[in-house]
Every structure is written in structure tokens, then in C-alpha cells.
């Protein structure tokens, strides 16, 4: 496992054609949760084979956020160890643990700390399994930006058991990458609305008038939906089927009379649910 600071030295060659520089670009604005992790892929799989790319939020307290996902090749099903990582794994990753500590010790909005990792330094079996042997992962490359209040924007990006451990030259590319990238999760992340940063004590006070509270189903469904996860993502991260999920979030909804996530969004910012403390 390593650690450290990206800075490239000067004079390095931007590793970035026009067209991938543009589609990256249009990605940050894009409504589409995946579009910007597909196109950080397709930038990165330009020279390194990447199995897949997951953005998520750290916040300075509380369960990562899922903030986009795309795979290097169609799945039949949601990304599974995504949401595993967070409902019971991060605590568990002690290079995330690492990062965090560091960043929190020296405080510096606007830097990009780099990590790469093996599965075989992950000595959590079970985090282990569920996040990497299960799902034919072999490393992670990931890239840290800190974005103040202790808050900080994490890209994974994980290479397939199939392929060879990642070279100098591959860790190279993706260190000239880096700040790029991450300044594109940056720009993403300032454009979203702030609902995804919400907390439960958030969600607390948008139903404390109601006279029909969330039932613990609709609750649970209704916060995931609002820290980003797409419905089928947290029906699996519940642990109940699809349809059900979609019942959940219906009944949720009705009652918090919103029809659809952005309305969601909108109705948790006006309730001033404390996302402001996250730089936007």
C-alpha cells in the first residue's frame, strides 16, 4: 500500500487528447450520475485497464455518499460492492482510515493525495471479500480531494483480478491524471444540488410536522434515495427486492408530498437540512 501527495513535477505531459478533455467537460454538468465516472474510465482505460470508477463524498461526519458509477462493461447488476462499502465496509478500510487522518492532521482545501492498494493488503476479511475477491478485484487507485471542513471527494478506480498488477508506467498515467480528475469531481460536486450531503437528523426535521410519519422502511429508502443511491442500489443495500423498494419510496414520497428525487432535493434544501457546511 501506498500513499502520498500528487503534485506531478513541472514540465510532465498533460496525458489528455482534446476529445477526451472535452467529453470530461460536458460530464461535469451532465444530470447523469455515471456520466462523469464514465468518462473519467474511458480516459483512464486510454492507457490502463480499469475494471471501474466510483465517486463518493467523505463527509467530515457520517457514511460516504455514492455520488456516481460506471463499469468498464455492462452489468446485469447494481454495483454491489458499492454499496456494501458503505453500509458496513468503510469503517473497515484503514488506507481510507490513513488518508482521512493525514488530511485532517494538515488541512489543506485543494490538495490531491493519491493511494494505491492490493487486495492483499487488506487484512479485514470479510471487507475483503464483500468489496474486492467477490467482484474479481485485484487494486485500487484512488484519488483524494480535500474540499475544507474536513470534507473530502474520493474517485476509485479498481483494476480487474484478470489483469496484472498496475505498472510504474501505468501508475504514472494515472498520477498525471490525477489533479485533472480530481478537479473535475470538484466542479461536479459544486453543481449538485447539496441534498446528497444529507443526514438523518436532516430528514428528521423534514417530517417532524407530519401527522403520518415514515414508516422505518420508507425512511430507510427515502435517505438513501437522497444521499444519491438509485432505487434497485439501495433495495440491495436493504436487503429486499426491487418492487418493494419502489412501494417504499412511493409511500415515502406521497408523504413527504414530493413526486420525484430533484423535488426530494429541493424540499431538503429548503428545510435547511446543514449541507451548507459543505463547500458548494
Not at 64 to 89: K, M
Amino acid at each position: 500500500m501506498r500513499i502520498w501527495k500528487g503534485n506531478p513535477p513541472p514540465g510532465s505531459k498533460f496525458p489528455i487528447s482534446q476529445s477526451g478533455l472535452s467529453q470530461l467537460l460536458s460530464a461535469i454538468t451532465d444530470e447523469d450520475r455515471a456520466r462523469l465516472p464514465r468518462a473519467i474510465l474511458d480516459l483512464v482505460r486510454a492507457e490502463v485497464d480499469m475494471l471501474n470508477c466510483a465517486m463518493f463524498l467523505l463527509p467530515a461526519r457520517g457514511q460516504p455518499l455514492l455520488l456516481g458509477h460506471a463499469e468498464s462493461r455492462p452489468s446485469p447488476t447494481p454495483p454491489s460492492a458499492s454499496s456494501a462499502y458503505i453500509r458496513q465496509h468503510y469503517q473497515r478500510d484503514i488506507a481510507l482510515q490513513e488518508v482521512l487522518r493525514s488530511n485532517t492532521q494538515a488541512p489543506q482545501a485543494g490538495s490531491t493525495i493519491l493511494l494505491h492498494q492490493n487486495a492483499q493488503d487488506i487484512v479485514d476479511p470479510a471487507y475483503r471479500n464483500a468489496c474486492y475477491d467477490s467482484v474479481g478485484t485485484l487494486q485500487r487507485f484512488g484519488i483524494f480531494r480535500q474540499l475544507g471542513n474536513n470534507n473530502n471527494l474520493f474517485i476509485g478506480l479498481y483494476r480487474t483480478a484478470r489483469a496484472q498488477a498496475l505498472s510504474h508506467s501505468d501508475l504514472r498515467y494515472l498520477e498525471l491524471l490525477a489533479n485533472c480528475l480530481g478537479e473535475a469531481a470538484v466542479q461536479r460536486f459544486r453543481t449538485m444540488p447539496q441534498a446528497p450531503a444529507l443526514s438523518a437528523s436532516g430528514l428528521d426535521r423534514l417530517q417532524a410536522g407530519l401527522d403520518n410519519k415514515l414508516s422505518k422502511r420508507e425512511y430507510d429508502l427515502v435517505l438513501s434515495i437522497a444521499r444519491g443511491l438509485t432505487v434497485p442500489a439501495a433495495a440491495q443495500a436493504m436487503g429486499i427486492k426491487t418492487a418493494s423498494a419502489i412501494t417504499y419510496r412511493n409511500r415515502g414520497f406521497a408523504k413527504l408530498g414530493v413526486r420525484t428525487q430533484q423535488e426530494l432535493f429541493a424540499k431538503l434544501m429548503e428545510h435547511g437540512h446543514g449541507a451548507a457546511a459543505l463547500p458548494g
